[in-house]
């Protein structure tokens, strides 16, 4: 088993630079950040930062990698926990949440039209990094299909964007409402009504929610029917 090789002294401080400038973001927008005010946070002077980024749009990509790293890291330690994949995925939901609430400047990143505007290299370095991201969780959902936990008549595709729509709008909510808006129990919630929908019934045959509406109220019932 090949050991991996520890990080040197300027990977560190180039991981300490783009999470400072992930701080600045959050504070200030991204509007604000600049090499001056990243040194600043960072506690160095700018030439010492010239050293590692040569500009704002170095620091972005920096901050980008940083954000898939983050992410990829957690698709990793979920399925180092060795449980079933309907699991891992509620638990990757779970450190979704968090990463989100411990970086609010991630959905800032991401879904800013600055980052996008005139840039189209960096437009499609945002694609591949949700994209790459939802192909792990389309992995996760292929091998719960083949054990039977979840329902084989689901796209994977179409149930990792799902997955990822699970707590993406509440992040942004969050960030409009200064944290009032609370993501992580919108989220739990988003999952109870998701997990019962991606699972596996008995006998191929799968529950589903219908709603009808008598009186002006509506009531639920629950009604089953064989995949197609």
């Known amino acids: 088993m090949s050991m991996r090789a520890p990080k040197t002294k300027t990977k560190i401080r ?43 749009e170095d620091v972005l990509e920096a901050v980008l990698d940083l954000i898939s790293r983050r992410l ?31 970086n609010v400047a991630i959905p800032r990143v991401i879904f800013s039209e600055e980052i996008f505007s005139g840039h189209p290299r960096r437009r499609r370095r945002v694609y591949q990094i949700i994209q790459g991201y939802l192909e792990k969780v389309q992995e996760l959902i292929r091998e719960g299909q083949l054990q039977g936990r979840i329902r084989p008549d689901l796209a994977p595709a179409t149930g990792s964007v799902m997955f990822l729509g ?3 709008p509440a992040a942004i909510l969050g960030l409009m409402s200064n944290g009032a808006f609370d993501v992580a129990g919108h989220a739990e919630e988003a999952w109870r009504l998701f997990s019962g929908m991606l699972q596996a ?13 008598r009186s002006g109220q509506g009531t639920k019932k629950q009604a089953t029917d064989k995949y197609k």
């Open 14 to 56: 180039q991981e300490q630079i783009a999470q400072a400038a992930l701080a600045l973001v959050s504070r200030h927008g991204l509007r604000r950040l600049n090499v001056a005010g990243l040194a600043r946070q960072v506690g160095v002077v700018p030439s010492a930062l010239y050293r590692h980024y040569q500009s704002k």
């Open 72 to 102: 990829l890291a957690n698709v990793q330690a979920v399925r180092q926990e060795g449980a079933a994949p309907l699991e891992c995925l509620h638990r990757l939901l779970s450190r979704h949440v968090q990463l989100i609430c411990d």
């Open 166 to 168: 699970l707590v993406q």
């Open 201 to 213: 019934g008995k006998d191929g045959r799968r529950t589903r929610m219908s709603i009808s509406t």
